[in-house]
């Protein structure tokens, strides 16, 4: 997220991908999204690692927050898929973290906010519905087809229901992505748009800044809101697929 530049009045322009370090015309670079995607992943690794390296009985700050992370995610794989969704946890810990990290990056004046891609999420996505149909058939067998066959479906209406399930099956890395793309997207060039009233309003002189009054209000108040989404859209990530690994476990309706 970029705060209001009054020589970059765009809102459009904090999702521009730019190049830090070129290796040549046209060769590999270093852009602004990868170098955030390392950042958030070294945050991570960086922070778990000291909060868990020396566990005390009574555990310092940091050590309480990673060890409520644990327990949080812990529980919602559990809730979702059962205990043979727990061998999960690193996985689904993981995705949690990373987008829940970089939302937060996001939040930060200048820096740059890489769920806000696409194709960022949709990798993130196939992940995810990769993993359910490799596990899927790795336990299952064939089995797992059952997944697109509802029990207790009249036969004459079987094929279209079966049809419908697979569409839905294969829409899911879309929507899964398309929801957290579009939430960071869209609070972003919002936030981005008020802030930018605040500054231009500003620059009319006293009666300007009475009226930057209530945009620079709706700015801190869609801040605020934010930070909740950024956290909310990991959660819900998280879960979602705590879910769809669910139907990899247990593919029967």
Known sequence: MTLADPNKVDPIHQFQITDIVSFGDGGPAITNSALFMVLTVGLIGA???????????????????????????????TDSAGAEGKKFFPFVFSLFMFVLVANMFGMVPFFFTVTSHIVVTFALAMLVFIVVIAYGFYRNGPRFLKLFVPSGVPGYILPLVAVI?????????????????????????????????????GGLGFLGWLGALLPLALTVGITALEFLVAALQAYVFALLTSMYINDAIHPSH
Request: glycine share 2%.
């Open 165 to 201: 399930e697979v569409i839905s099956f294969l829409s899911r890395p879309i929507s899964l992505s398309v929801r957290l793309f579009a939430n960071i997207l869209a609070g972003h060039i919002t936030l981005k748009v008020f802030a930018g009233f605040v500054v231009s309003m």
């Open 47 to 77: 922070y778990l690692l000291l909060s868990t390296q020396r566990r005390s009985i009574i555990p310092n700050r940091a050590q309480l927050v990673s060890e409520m992370m644990y327990e949080f995610v812990s529980k919602m794989v």
